[in-house]
């Protein structure tokens, strides 16, 4: 039977426990959930001038989804 797969993406302070525990939570449902880390090598800030640092370093992922919310006519809000 197919499942449902669903990206759980972390918030702008980047890849925590936060983000991992609630893809665990929806695998314990049944779906399929995969907790996504956006800037790589589990980067986590602890204050806002960091995070922004980060957030602002992978243009190039957001490059990427744009083309994808673009392509799908999805929104990102």
Same mark, same amino acid.
Not at 14 to 28: F, I, P, Q, S, T
Not at 41 to 49: N, T
Not at 59 to 63: N, P
């Given at each position: 039977m197919p499942r449902l797969m669903l990206l759980v993406v972390h918030e702008w302070w980047?890849?925590?426990?936060?983000?991992?525990?609630?893809?665990?939570?929806?695998?314990?449902l049944g779906y399929t959930a995969?907790?996504?880390d956006m800037y790589g =090598?589990?980067?986590?800030? =602890?204050?806002?001038?960091d995070a922004e640092a980060d957030r602002d370093s992978w243009?190039?992922? +957001? +490059?990427f989804f744009d083309r994808i919310f673009s392509a799908t006519g999805a929104s990102e809000d």
């Open positions: 980047g890849h925590n426990d936060y983000a991992r525990k609630r893809a665990e939570m929806l695998a314990e995969l907790a996504l =090598d589990g980067k986590v800030a =602890d204050h806002p001038d243009g190039r992922t +957001q +490059q």
